[in-house]
């Protein structure tokens, strides 16, 4: 798949059968919906893209997941969710057996997985549990990390649903799960592994369980969802309602870059032109333009009334094909543009 940006001549909606779309950033916010969310995905739906949320949380089952969705005027049944807790729970199926023990750091929905997939869970180091796995839940606290750290020292294999380090909420950005894997890894000095994104083990299971023709991710963060969409060598597609913003699009690494960019969820109802290469290092979309000139990054002037994103989409295929060329880009000649969370 291209390393750059994709252009589609028809709305996402309708060339992809599928969306994986995250919750965190992209669904709501917290408890709170983010703006044309509920909008640009049950028209989707009502066009025949099939969703299936797809999220690195592990604290909750999806029943509470779906049901949080449906009020805020998303209908969804709990099979339309993935949880990290899921992949998880899959992923302690390649070395545990049926009935051994796992000490669980998380919540309801990282229990029920890990217990529905066969183990015996456990809350002490003196159980002598063969694994812990960790997810993210807010009522995660130092007890919690300290009986995790002490199997882990005596032996236990660390599972964590995933690394993410912050995660956006009502009232800002928070600390995510992995800043507190980050404590316990910090205490043992072992590495846990990850069943979370960006690994595509979840996209992979989606995928498997509602079966698609063609496949587009949907994300907020470039590091989790997009790396994850790359990885798995699906379309992704980055919304700026979260917490990557535009200014990371320009200055993403090529494993991390994604394919289509959208202001918010309306836009898988829309075409999305792909900027074309014009002459003197110009990357053209519709009116917007920018290029890399001696490591500087410079914007066009489009005009008044011109789609802002087009002119993060020239700016990212300017940036990316410089940057693949061999030549340096200054991070500080890219500026603010947009979709920085609230």
């Not at 829309?270 to 290469?277: D, L, M, N, S």
């Not at 990054?297 to 020239?314: K, N, Q």
Request: net charge negative; charged share 20%; hydrophobic share 45%.
């Amino acid at each position: 798949m291209s390393r750059g940006l994709l252009g589609s001549d028809v709305a996402l909606a309708d060339r992809f059968d599928l969306a994986l779309v995250d919750l965190d950033g992209v669904a709501y916010k917290g408890h709170e919906p983010i703006d044309h969310a509920a909008e640009g995905l049950t028209t989707a739906r009502a066009r025949g893209m099939r969703l299936v949320f797809v999220t690195n949380n592990a604290s909750r089952e999806p029943e509470s997941v779906a049901g949080q969705l449906s009020e805020l005027g998303i209908p969804t049944q709990p099979d339309e969710v993935m949880t990290a807790a899921q992949a998880a729970a899959q992923l302690l199926r390649a070395r545990l057996a049926p009935g051994a023990r796992v000490l669980v750091v998380g919540g309801a929905g990282l229990r029920t997985a890990v217990r529905e997939a066969g183990y015996e869970v456990v809350d002490s180091a003196d159980d002598e549990p063969a694994a812990v796995a960790q997810g993210f839940s807010p009522e995660v606290g130092w007890t919690q990390l300290a009986e995790a750290a002490f199997a882990i020292e005596r032996g236990a294999w660390h599972v964590a649903s995933n690394l993410d380090l912050s995660i956006p909420v009502a009232r800002g950005i928070a600390p995510g799960n992995g800043t507190l894997v980050g404590a316990v890894r910090a205490a043992t000095g072992v590495t846990p592994d990850s069943a979370g994104k960006p690994a595509p083990t979840m996209y992979h299971m989606a995928v498997e369980r509602a079966g698609a023709r063609e496949t587009l991710v949907v994300g907020d963060r470039l590091d989790t969802d997009l790396a994850g969409a790359r990885s798995g060598g699906f379309a992704g597609l980055h919304v700026l309602t979260g917490v990557s913003t535009a200014r990371d699009d320009v200055l993403a690494v090529p494993g991390e870059r994604p394919h289509f960019i959208g202001a918010d969820l309306r836009t898988l109802l829309e075409p999305h032109p792909q900027p074309v290469r014009a002459a003197e290092r110009w990357w053209t979309c519709r009116s917007a333009s920018a290029r890399v000139v001696d490591g500087v990054l410079e914007i066009g002037r489009g005009d008044a009334g011109s789609d802002p994103v087009d002119v993060v989409r020239a700016a990212c295929a300017a940036a990316w094909a410089a940057v693949d060329d061999g030549a340096t880009l200054d991070p500080s000649s890219v500026p603010d543009l947009g979709g920085a969370p609230a």
